[in-house]
């Protein structure tokens, strides 16, 4: 009775350095493709409380420049992502950039995630009002990155769409659903969230 109580301890004791084991290794990468410190920072630590993970900054690069399809004038997010992986980056990444971005059969996309190669981007060009012929708004810009960032790494974590307007994992179409939805997930989309890690 004792020994298999015994065993029980030593088990749980074991699964349990496992698990934060494997805990540890998951961890969020910020790769910026623009220079852009104040969004930097503030997405590191947002980022790290809304996921409950560690988030390292990495060294600036540039965007690669064939991804630039002229007669658009707007890059292929696509491209980018499959140049960017070529230099084989560990944990879940999320490159930042600030050009228009574009996929084969949309007029643009705010980001694009590639949930097999733990990789997104997300482009800050469309966030800002300015864009928008509006006056510049600096909260509203930095909280419609951490919006776009958060969905893009949701993917990342096994996520799809979410039909409540509310949820961070709600399609954005327009930067008018963006400014409608929250930076964090459903509790329906938390649970699945819970249940993938
Ligand atoms: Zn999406
Ligand atoms: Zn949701």
Not at 105 to 109: E, Q, R
């Given at each position: 009775m004792q020994t298999s109580f015994i065993k029980t301890i030593f088990i749980i004791f074991i699964s349990l350095i496992f698990s934060m084991e494997v805990f540890a290794k998951d961890k969020i990468y910020i790769l910026p493709l623009v220079k852009q410190e104040d969004v930097i920072v503030y997405l590191k630590n947002n980022l790290s409380k809304i996921f409950s993970l560690e988030v390292e900054v990495l060294e600036n690069i540039e965007i690669p420049l064939y991804s630039y399809n002229p007669r658009r004038k707007q890059y292929n997010s696509t491209l980018v992502l499959k140049e960017l992986l070529k230099d084989k980056f560990k944990g879940y990444t999320l490159a930042i950039c600030d050009v228009d971005l574009y996929a084969e059969?949309?007029?643009?996309?705010f980001g694009e995630a590639s949930f097999l190669n733990k990789i997104c981007i997300i482009s800050l060009t469309r966030l800002r009002q300015e864009y928008y012929g509006l006056p510049k708004n600096n909260n509203l810009f930095l909280e419609r990155t951490l919006k776009e960032a958060v969905h893009e790494l949701g993917h990342l974590f096994g996520l799809g769409h979410c039909s409540n307007p509310k949820c961070v994992m709600y399609f954005s179409n327009s930067i008018l659903d963006t400014d409608k939805k929250d930076f964090n997930f459903c509790i329906l989309c938390k649970k699945k969230l819970k249940n993938v890690n």
């Open positions: 059969g949309l007029n643009f996309v």
